[in-house]
């Protein structure tokens, strides 16, 4: 069984920084492709980056410059390193081994998903 078991996030102000973590276990972790959404109330699911199994990394333009996507194989962990914080990032964030495009909801059936984790920035 897969599982994706995320920490980090919380509060920050505008311009600040967070790093969120997304613990993988279940799988074979340097194979898959991983990828980290967010949702904000009433929007759609929004895929922010994607690490492709061959390793290229990819981001929306809403995070562009903004949000690092890295890795630690012998942690079997991927993590999301936000800095220059706007407002607008306010959301739940979820890492997933789905890689797609916009979704209705940050969740199953396809693909695996971790728990969320919600991130307020203020001004």
């Known amino acids: 069984e897969v599982r994706l078991v995320q920490s980090g996030g919380g509060s920050a102000q505008a311009g600040g920084s967070l790093k969120l973590s997304c613990t993988a276990s279940g799988l074979t972790f340097d194979e898959s492709s991983m990828a980290w959404y967010r949702q904000r109330p009433g929007s759609q699911c929004e895929p922010l980056s994607i690490r492709e199994r061959d390793g290229r990394t990819s981001y929306a333009d809403s995070v562009k410059g903004r949000f690092v996507l890295s890795q630690d194989n012998a942690k079997t962990t991927v993590y999301l390193q936000m800095n220059s914080l706007k407002p607008e990032d306010t959301a739940m964030y979820y890492c997933?081994?789905?890689?797609?495009?916009?979704?209705?909801?940050?969740?199953?059936?396809?693909?695996?998903w971790g728990q969320g984790t919600q991130v307020t920035v203020s001004l």
């Open positions: 997933s081994t789905r890689v797609t495009g916009y979704l209705y909801s940050c969740s199953g059936p396809l693909g695996d």
